[in-house]
């Protein structure tokens, strides 16, 4: 090919590559489709946004977000809502000198911070795996879910007992009964916000699930 014809290809083409850029400037930007949210992720970012309003409890960097809010909500409701709870129900078979409710007690004191930042004594093996290296991570899952697997069990029995004491003493002076009934509710809504419905204590003669 002789250089005449060979410059002319070139104009040719680079005209043709100037035609096609000006119809995509005249047509606008191409829209990239949207990404579709999963299901999957739909429902994580849901149970995310359940959770987000309790305290989170960062005794450790890579603990689960789910564990370290539950530990929050744990601390809190050991809190002054504690100390009301004990005025309210100091004239009831479940005061807080009462069997039912030292253990109580002693089982929140077990799985909640003393002061919202330490690591809860029940998370002390969970901490050690994370530490570990390497890691291992059939440990760690298993040490979450005891965790959350007692916080269900202390919220169920401590919903019993507020939902028992609501119906029996109907002569409590209104005060007290207005604490009974905001801590119910209380409770009830952390056990929904962490998906714990379900996770109750087996009683005696209770069918074993698995």
Do not use: C
Not at 129 to 155: H, T, V
């Amino acid at each position: 090919m002789d250089v005449s014809s060979f410059l002319l290809a070139e104009i040719s083409a680079i005209q043709e590559l100037i035609s096609r850029e000006e119809q995509r400037v005249q047509l606008g930007p191409v829209q990239q489709p949207e990404k579709t949210q999963s299901f999957a992720e739909k429902v994580l970012d849901e149970n995310r946004a359940r959770i987000a309003a309790y305290k989170d409890v960062v005794f450790h960097p890579d603990a689960g977000e789910e564990v370290r809010r539950l530990a929050g909500a744990l601390f809190e409701l050991g809190g002054e809502r504690w100390q009301d709870l004990g005025l309210a129900l100091q004239e009831t078979m479940y005061a807080m000198s009462s069997s039912e409710m030292l253990r109580l007690d002693s089982q929140l004191r077990y799985l909640a911070s003393t002061d919202g930042q330490e690591t809860p004594r029940f998370l002390g093996r969970l901490v050690t795996q994370l530490r570990k290296f390497p890691r291992n991570y059939q440990s760690i899952d298993r040490e979450g879910k005891d965790y959350i697997l007692e916080a269900a069990f202390l919220l169920h029995d401590l919903f019993v007992v507020l939902e028992r004491v609501k119906r029996v003493y109907t002569d409590m002076a209104p005060n007290r009964r207005k604490i009974v009934e905001d801590s119910l509710a209380h409770v009830w809504r952390i056990i929904s916000d962490f998906r714990l419905k379900d996770l109750k204590r087996k009683r005696r003669g209770q069918r074993q699930e698995e």
